[in-house]
């Protein structure tokens, strides 16, 4: 009840001084604006990238294109990345139930260790691939992995290194 007088009482001061409603009217106008540059413009669909996981779907589809099926895939991020392979490789759900490994199986919250040619390494910050294949990463470790290989492909916030 409160909030509708005082909106009531508010409108009514504006409908009687016309400047100062134009007044507020350009205010409104002009910092919508600013925000509408903010949130739509480069700054922040950079700063926000990571948190979406901005570049995941383009490293999968390029580390499945290099291991034309032959190679384990190691995705070391974090944030559940085996649902972004899941979703990129559109592979069918029976594939997934009859080939998935777990760390933790039979506790509520299940982790994903691997399935089908992918297999999942927890984020850390720093890069020592055990074995030889395909590692997706983040491009902050591009420079490790270049140590290691010639093969590294940036796409936004993940790189693959393809490690021999």
Same mark, same amino acid.
Request: with cysteine; glycine share 6%; hydrophobic share 40%.
């Given at each position: 009840?409160?909030?509708?007088?005082?909106?009531?009482?508010?409108?009514?001061?504006?409908?009687?001084?016309?400047?100062?409603?134009?007044?507020?009217?350009?205010?409104?106008?002009?910092?919508?604006?600013?925000?509408?540059?903010?949130?739509?413009?480069?700054?922040?669909?950079?700063?926000?990238?990571?948190?979406?996981?901005?570049?995941?779907?383009?490293? *999968?589809?390029? /580390?499945? !294109?290099?291991?034309?099926?032959?190679? +384990?895939?190691? %995705?070391?991020?974090?944030?559940?990345?085996?649902?972004?392979?899941?979703?990129?490789?559109?592979?069918?759900?029976?594939?997934?139930?009859?080939?998935?490994?777990?760390?933790?199986?039979?506790?509520?919250?299940?982790?994903?260790?691997?399935?089908?040619?992918?297999?999942?390494?927890?984020?850390?910050?720093?890069?020592?691939?055990?074995?030889?294949?395909?590692?997706? *990463?983040?491009? /902050?470790? !591009?420079?490790?992995?270049?140590?290691? +290989?010639?093969? %590294?492909?940036?796409?936004?916030?993940?790189?693959?290194?393809?490690?021999?």
């Amino acid at each position: 009840m409160p909030l509708i007088l005082l909106t009531s009482v508010g409108l009514g001061v504006l409908l009687k001084n016309k400047r100062l409603a134009a007044l507020i009217a350009i205010s409104y106008a002009v910092c919508f604006t600013g925000f509408c540059f903010r949130y739509f413009g480069n700054d922040y669909r950079e700063s926000v990238g990571r948190s979406f996981c901005d570049g995941i779907g383009d490293a *999968i589809n390029k /580390s499945v !294109e290099l291991s034309g099926g032959e190679t +384990t895939i190691n %995705v070391v991020a974090e944030n559940m990345p085996y649902i972004y392979a899941l979703f990129y490789t559109q592979t069918p759900p029976e594939e997934y139930l009859n080939t998935v490994e777990y760390e933790n199986s039979g506790v509520m919250f299940q982790k994903v260790r691997s399935f089908s040619d992918f297999r999942f390494i927890e984020h850390t910050t720093s890069f020592h691939p055990e074995v030889a294949g395909i590692y997706i *990463i983040d491009a /902050s470790l !591009e420079n490790i992995a270049r140590t290691r +290989t010639d093969e %590294v492909y940036n796409f936004k916030n993940y790189s693959v290194a393809v490690i021999p």
